[in-house]
């Protein structure tokens, strides 16, 4: 994986940006809101300095192509509301996990959804990724119900060893005449 610029992605509705210093108190409330964290295991940012931090190592680890973040605004207003990630990624790059997040009033508007259409898309096309993978607790409706619209299946036979709440769904490469951007 080797990008030259980082990759803008946009929708009927959205854009998926580059990460943003100015982004900072979106970070710090999306990694600390506790509706947004129900479900999820992660590291709070409720501070200035660990959202920046924050920001600052995620930007890092996509110059080394580590992982790739975008900050999730509506077309009309570059607040962020959320985030979709590819990371995770195997050693010969070929399958990757996603993850995303959205705040609690934009939610149930289909937002995540078209955002996970369009990172899919990049993912099997661009990237030329076989598998993407998806850890979500078990508990966690909406992600799961996201995940099944967007033709992840469940993989019973595997265990997330770090969180053993968690479920793994798994989506292969689709066939070349199926178009994720419709
Ligand atoms: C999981 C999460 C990202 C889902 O986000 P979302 O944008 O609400 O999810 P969707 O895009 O699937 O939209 C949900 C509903 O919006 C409704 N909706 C309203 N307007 C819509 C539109 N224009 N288009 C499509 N759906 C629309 C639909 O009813 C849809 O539900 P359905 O598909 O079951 O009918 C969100 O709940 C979240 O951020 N949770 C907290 C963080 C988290 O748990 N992350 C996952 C870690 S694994």
Redesign the pocket.
Known sequence: MKFIDFPLLVTE?LILRKLEESDWESISY?RSDK??????KRANADTNKKALDFIKNTNLKITKDLLIYWSISFRNDQKMI?SICLWNFSKDNKTAEI??????K???????????IKVLDFGFQILSLDKIE????KK?E??K??LI?NNFRLNQKRLDQDNLE?MIFEINRPAANIMYNK
Not at 106 to 116: L, P
Request: proline share 3%; aromatic share 10%.
């Open positions: 509705r999306l509706i947004v964290n129900q479900f999820v959320g993850g995303y997040d959205l705040g609690p934009f939610q149930n508007k289909g937002i995540m959804n078209e955002a996970m998806a850890f979500t607790h966690n909406n992600s119900s996201l619209k968690n």
